[in-house]
């Protein structure tokens, strides 16, 4: 029987690349068998984290906004992966609230164990996602079950619809398929 995958797409830009580049892992994840649940922040309600810390007692956060079910859901998955655009060398906004918003994962008793960050951005340097994967690691460090499992980047790509033929494709599709 395959994982229960919950990938998580937070670009909101019809056609991005970083979402084709997710469809890619995706694909194969579910061509080794695994059930993948895709989620776009796209439309979303999701507020900032008030700090208050009330999640850790009540086991969900206090604001009533569809972060609550995203919790929910990533707290079921076996396996999630991220996927950001990077902006100024760094995660999506989007993507930064909803991890911050998930914290009463961390007094849960979450099932997922490997996490995976599929990546793009205009600049093609190797170390341009260092700083998103490194906040991404920064709340992983706070699951002592979870890990780090594999990064995909794909640089060098603008305008929506030009990851076509890029090589990063076929690296998510590998790594999806030895989820």
Known sequence: MGKNVLAISSSLRAHSNSDTLLDSFIEGA????????KISLKG?????????????????????DDAIEIAKKMEQADVIVFATPIYYYEMCGQLKTLIDRVNSLYASNYKFRDIYVVSTAAEDEDYVDERAVNGICGWIDCFERARLAGKVFAGGVTDAGEIAGHPALKEAFDMGARV
Do not use: D, Y
């Not at 579910?30 to 649940?37: I, L, P, R, T, W």
């Open 44 to 64: 979303k309600s999701i507020a900032f984290c008030r700090g208050c810390n009330a999640c850790q007692t009540l086991g969900k956060c206090v604001i009533n």
């Open 30 to 37: 579910e061509s080794a068998g695994n059930h993948v649940e």
